[in-house]
């Protein structure tokens, strides 16, 4: 399954410099000092992480450049969220007869690949009053606060927005 | 004027987060067990962190301080859900049943 959407030669020695040099940037604009001894060390650490990233697999799957366009919309949406299950968890918390119904969710994803999965699982557990407890393949197993909750989430539109962002 | 109105803004977001903080603290309290004590965690962790962020942002004004502070603030954001998630994961791969029963659901066939 890896195989048939990995990438080979050059679109990986591509993406290989393209985060070496996001890294590279990104440390100068960090520490703004500008001697010999430091940038050497940020050259040094910026090629521990790229190395270290490629041994983990970060360039098996592609990341397309659609995605990382599209992922401030999708912020912007989780953020919503966010604020609109924060209210819940906190009412449910505050009120003094504590209306909490725990269930446990089993969730499909189909068509996800890893980094989506990811994406997907880390939104449900950064929104209060769900988190993602388990992971097998394609299910995911999540504890909900409320029954409330547990409804909203099999409305599948958080999966349909991890798949608007065009991450295959 | 402006000035206020911002110092104003950013006071609200800043307390508003603190708020949260309490909240949270107050559900790992209140709350019965291990997954929903995480809940009232992640209020904290998320909700209140955004919040604070978004209100020292505001303190710093348009400069490469707030930069930075919004992309600790991302940082934040994506580590603190795995760390849930490995603290979840490992309290259920040790066995540690969640109370009620499994609800499964493929979701769009209902």
């Known amino acids: 399954m890896y195989r048939s959407n990995q990438q080979q030669g050059n679109g990986k020695v591509l993406h290989i410099a393209a985060l070496l040099a996001v890294l590279m940037v990104s440390w100068v604009l960090w520490s703004g000092l500008y001697k010999p001894l430091i940038l050497g060390l940020g050259v040094f650490s910026c090629l521990l992480s790229t190395y270290l990233a490629t041994r983990m697999g970060f360039f098996r799957h592609k990341f397309p450049l659609r995605t990382l366009l599209r992922l401030p919309g999708y912020w912007w949406w989780l953020l919503l969220e966010i604020v609109k299950s924060s209210i819940d968890v906190a009412r449910v918390v505050l009120s003094p007869s504590m209306p909490i119904s725990p269930t446990v969710v089993e969730l499909k994803s189909e068509g996800l690949n890893d980094a989506g999965k990811v994406i997907l699982g880390n939104s449900i557990t950064l929104s209060p009053g769900t988190v993602t407890i388990d992971l097998y393949k394609d299910t995911f197993l999540v504890h909900c606060l409320t029954k409330e909750g547990a409804q909203a989430l099999q409305e599948q539109e958080a999966q349909r927005r991890v798949q608007l962002l065009g991450l295959n | ?110």
Do not use: C
Request: glycine fraction near 10%; hydrophobic fraction near 55%.
């Open chain 2, 1 to 110: 004027m402006t000035e206020l109105l911002i110092d104003a803004l950013s006071w609200l977001l800043m307390a508003l987060g603190g708020g949260f903080v309490l909240i949270g603290g107050i559900g790992a309290l209140r709350l019965p067990d291990f997954y929903t004590r995480i809940h009232a965690a992640s209020l904290t962790d998320t909700m209140a962190s955004i919040l604070i962020f978004f209100g020292i942002i505001l303190q710093a004004g348009f400069s490469l301080a707030a930069l930075k502070l919004f992309a600790i603030m991302i940082f934040l954001l994506l580590t603190g859900p795995t760390a849930s998630y490995a603290l979840a994961n490992a309290a259920l791969q040790s066995g540690l049943r969640p109370e009620k029963p499994t609800v499964t659901s493929t979701g769009r066939d209902k």
